[in-house]
């Protein structure tokens, strides 16, 4: 009775640690138009073993920074703690950005000093390669309404210009702290664009850089100019001390989710 005890408590958790590892898991996929082969990690909510339903999907840059110290450059968001925590129904893809190519795919437009201005070719892969891996693999919804873009920094920057391109692909963006200094041709675009219907959440903290709040707020009234205040699709947060870090965003993780969906 004894080793019967012991043999089912032994399948049991072993059992439990397979189920578990199999929501954290990552793949590599081709990435033709940035000529290179992404790796992809992959959060699946709690429940997803144990049910059949389907579930909204966050795409997310900087996937090295979403789930583990040791792969991060200073910090990580604690994406699938918080989401545990949470008990949020939610599939996140976090798409790891390219090194020492990470500014050229997260921006849009090219900079004077800097260069860069390749996203519409990151932003081509994500929607024509990963989203329809994603929809065949996953049980996803992935209609517009549940399908959100979302990063930091220049993350932040490509995901607001991805609700913009793709107003029918990503109808929610959590926009973190974005780099809108890096070309004033993200203001032009955003004032040429005659409807912008995604629901946008904007972060940052007041102890960033000196033009963060007001190039965020710039850009919040481009926003307005096109939409009324009363549809409730914009949300602005500026954080009290906060600043440029993965410390930031963490904290504030749970409620842009929450306010997204």
């Given at each position: 009775?004894k080793?019967s005890?012991?043999?089912?408590?032994?399948?049991?958790?072993?059992?439990?640690?397979i189920?578990?590892?199999?929501?954290?898991?990552?793949f590599?996929?081709?990435?033709?138009?940035?000529?290179?082969?992404?790796?992809i990690?992959?959060?699946?909510?709690?429940?997803?073993?144990?049910?059949?339903?389907?579930?909204?999907?966050?795409?997310?840059?900087?996937a090295?920074?979403?789930?583990?110290?040791?792969?991060?450059?200073?910090?990580?968001w604690?994406?699938?703690?918080?989401?545990?925590?949470?008990?949020?129904?939610?599939?996140?893809?976090?798409?790891?950005?390219?090194?020492?190519?990470?500014?050229?795919?997260?921006?849009?437009?090219?900079?004077?000093?800097?260069?860069?201005?390749k996203?519409?070719?990151?932003?081509?892969?994500?929607?024509?390669?990963?989203?329809?891996?994603?929809?065949?693999?996953?049980?996803?919804?992935?209609?517009?309404?549940?399908?959100?873009?979302?990063?930091?920094?220049?993350?932040?920057?490509?995901?607001?210009?991805?609700?913009?391109k793709y107003p029918?692909i990503?109808?929610k963006v959590?926009?973190?702290?974005?780099s809108?200094?890096?070309?004033?041709?993200?203001?032009?675009?955003?004032?040429?664009t005659?409807?912008?219907?995604?629901?946008?959440?904007?972060?940052?903290?007041?102890?960033?850089?000196e033009?963060?709040?007001?190039?965020m707020?710039?850009?919040?009234?481009?926003?307005?100019?096109?939409?009324?205040?009363?549809?409730?699709?914009?949300?602005?947060?500026?954080?009290?001390?906060?600043?440029?870090?993965?410390?930031l965003?963490?904290?504030?993780?749970?409620?842009?989710?929450?306010?997204?969906?």
């Amino acid at each position: 009775m004894k080793n019967s005890v012991l043999f089912f408590l032994t399948f049991f958790l072993g059992l439990t640690q397979i189920n578990a590892q199999n929501r954290y898991s990552s793949f590599e996929i081709k990435a033709p138009q940035l000529d290179t082969i992404k790796k992809i990690y992959v959060y699946l909510p709690l429940n997803y073993e144990t049910s059949n339903k389907k579930y909204p999907v966050i795409y997310m840059h900087d996937a090295q920074n979403l789930f583990d110290d040791k792969t991060s450059f200073v910090g990580e968001w604690k994406v699938d703690e918080t989401l545990d925590s949470l008990k949020a129904n939610v599939i996140i893809i976090g798409i790891e950005h390219g090194n020492s190519k990470r500014m050229e795919e997260l921006t849009p437009f090219k900079n004077e000093k800097y260069g860069g201005g390749k996203a519409d070719f990151y932003l081509d892969f994500i929607v024509s390669d990963l989203k329809p891996f994603v929809d065949k693999t996953y049980r996803t919804k992935s209609n517009k309404n549940n399908t959100a873009i979302m990063g930091s920094s220049l993350g932040g920057l490509v995901s607001y210009y991805a609700g913009l391109k793709y107003p029918k692909i990503f109808g929610k963006v959590g926009c973190f702290s974005p780099s809108f200094w890096f070309s004033d041709d993200i203001y032009k675009l955003t004032k040429e664009t005659t409807k912008i219907k995604s629901k946008i959440y904007f972060l940052c903290g007041d102890s960033e850089s000196e033009s963060m709040v007001s190039d965020m707020t710039k850009m919040e009234d481009l926003i307005r100019d096109k939409r009324c205040d009363c549809l409730n699709l914009t949300k602005t947060i500026v954080v009290k001390d906060g600043k440029h870090n993965e410390k930031l965003w963490a904290k504030e993780f749970a409620k842009a989710y929450l306010w997204l969906f």
